[in-house]
């Protein structure tokens, strides 16, 4: 539309947010939809958590907060750093946004500036390349596979680096792929940033929780790169709070002031009620959080089996976060009732339309092969949408 700026015009619809749309329509229609295409835990928020929010309006916090979050929750994130990450961080540190995805956005519009670089491993989160397109940033995609459980190499990245680059940004656990960098990785990674002092890394760590494996491992450990290291968090997927809309940031003062600079003229403070009831969370320990954690490690394993038996799908086990990633290009070619299966697009609307099961494809997150299941429902919904993929898929031919 040629009345829009060209800066919207630019900018690609989430495909998550299109095709749970898709399966809304359906299910209005009276389809028994199930979606597997949004990234939300289905577990309720804890209710000390939810008391707290109802606390906080009974005591009247609703006025404007302070652009950055109240100091009293800033405080519990440096301790939560200290902590469980072994990060020490001041609160004025700290920069509470609406949703990590704010955070996000504000630490790339703060840093890139127009023609610099920003290398991002694939696959990655949908609005990764988007906010880049915004800042007016050129991404440099480093292809990851399933192969290597969609983790890059510190060959790879250095690789990738030229005089033009600014940022690098990932996310471990990873969204789309579940895959998580043990220590051990990040110091190959660490140790390649090091010998490039003008890169800035955004680590995003909201699936941190959400971890199968080993304690969590973040790349601000390691403090020859530390001070360049955006830290990305929030409550959203730990602690059932999609809804809520707080998420923060840990960086090094410089950026934490930019980044309140930039958000004091787009949004101020945080909802003051939902940042009583984050801190109500930071503040209860990991009870609910670890039980959550065990439920979704269930329910990775049950889905993990049952995509295995689907012949023509290549998957591997993720180690994080509440998604799968399957390769499914063997799909592409083969067509049932004169419908061709040409991309990995066509087999999620397909699988929609066919299955009822709303996924994401590939091509959203950078890999044209993959397609992305959430597990994020519960365990029956799941099995019977691993059985409803698996008819439809047996069809084509």
């Given amino acids: 539309m040629t009345f829009l700026s060209q800066r919207i015009n630019n900018l690609s619809e989430s495909q ?7 399966g809304r329509e359906l299910t209005a229609k009276g389809i028994d939809v199930i979606n597997l295409s949004f990234g939300e835990p289905d577990f309720f928020t804890p209710e000390h958590v939810k008391e707290a929010a109802k606390k906080a309006i009974d005591e009247n916090y609703s006025y404007y907060t302070p652009v950055s979050g109240y100091p009293e929750l800033r405080k519990a994130i440096a ?8 990060l020490t961080y001041n609160f ?5 946004s609406t949703g990590a995805k704010q955070s996000l ?4 519009l703060c840093l890139v500036n127009p023609g610099e670089e920003v290398i991002v491993p694939t696959p990655y989160w949908v609005s990764y390349s988007e906010m880049i397109k915004l800042a007016e940033g050129e991404t440099v995609f480093i292809n990851a596979t399933v192969e290597n459980d969609f983790k890059i190499t510190p060959a790879q990245l250095e690789a990738a680096i030229t005089p033009k680059t600014k940022m690098f940004m990932f996310s471990s656990p990873c969204n789309p792929t579940g895959s998580v960098y043990s220590h051990e990785e990040l110091a190959g990674l660490a140790a390649v940033f090091a010998k490039y002092p003008n890169i800035y890394i955004i680590s995003d760590e909201i699936y941190e929780h959400i971890n199968f494996v ?17 830290i990305i968090n929030g409550f959203s997927k730990a602690y059932a709070m999609t809804g809520w809309r707080v998420g923060y940031m840990a960086a090094n003062k410089a950026i934490a002031d930019a980044c309140d600079k930039l958000q004091g003229q787009i949004t101020s403070g945080t909802s003051s009620i939902s940042q009583r009831a984050a801190l109500a969370a930071y503040q209860s320990g990991l009870e609910s959080v670890t039980a959550m954690k065990d439920e979704f490690k269930k329910r990775r394993d049950i889905v993990y089996a049952l995509l295995k038996e689907i012949p023509g799908i290549k998957v591997n086990l993720p180690d994080g976060a509440f998604y799968f990633f399957p390769e499914v ?6 067509s049932v009732n004169g419908q061709v299966i040409n991309t990995a697009e066509d087999l999620s609307l397909y699988l929609l339309n066919e299955a009822h099961v709303s996924t994401v494809t590939g091509e959203a997150f950078g890999n044209e092969d993959c397609i992305r299941l959430s597990y994020a429902a519960a365990e029956d919904q799941l099995v019977k949408a691993c059985s409803r993929i698996k008819e439809a898929l047996s069809k084509l031919s």
């Fill in 16 to 22: 998550t947010i299109k095709m749970a749309k898709l």
């Fill in 79 to 86: 301790e939560k750093l200290k902590n469980e990450n072994d």
């Fill in 92 to 96: 004025d540190q700290i920069v509470v």
């Fill in 105 to 108: 956005a504000n630490a790339i």
């Fill in 214 to 230: 080993d304690k969590h491992a973040s790349i601000a450990a390691f403090d020859e790169i530390k001070d360049r290291v955006i």
């Fill in 329 to 334: 290009k063997e799909y592409f070619g083969k």
